[in-house]
């Protein structure tokens, strides 16, 4: 694999995680802010044993990182490009369907 085509491998990987709903809201749940395990899973409304797959995913990726405090776990987005693309993409999906519903464009 020459080089280019490992970056767009590298790519393409990052661009994955935001590929399943879930990392979003949970990226979302972390924007700005350090929680524990617990406060995720009630925020987002999902199993624990589901939200800590996807919290590994993410640190794996290097996009969170997390901590021990006590009996707690608690992650933090430390990968602020990962938080701009997630917000860009949103709002620009989001304005194309109000868009859409307002008829705008067409």
Known sequence: ?????????????YFGLLADPTRL???SCLCGEERPVHDVVERIGLTQAN???HLNI??????VDRRRDGSSVLYK????????ICRT??????SRDL?????IGK
């Open 77 to 84: 987005v430390v990968d602020p490009n990962f938080v701009d």
């Open 25 to 27: 809201r949970i990226l």
């Open 1 to 13: 694999m020459d080089e280019a085509e490992q970056v767009f491998a590298q790519v393409a990987s």
């Open 89 to 94: 993409v949103s709002i620009t999906v989001a």
């Open 58 to 63: 993410l640190y794996r990726a290097g996009v």
């Open 51 to 53: 939200i800590s797959r």
């Open 99 to 103: 868009g859409d519903e307002l008829g």
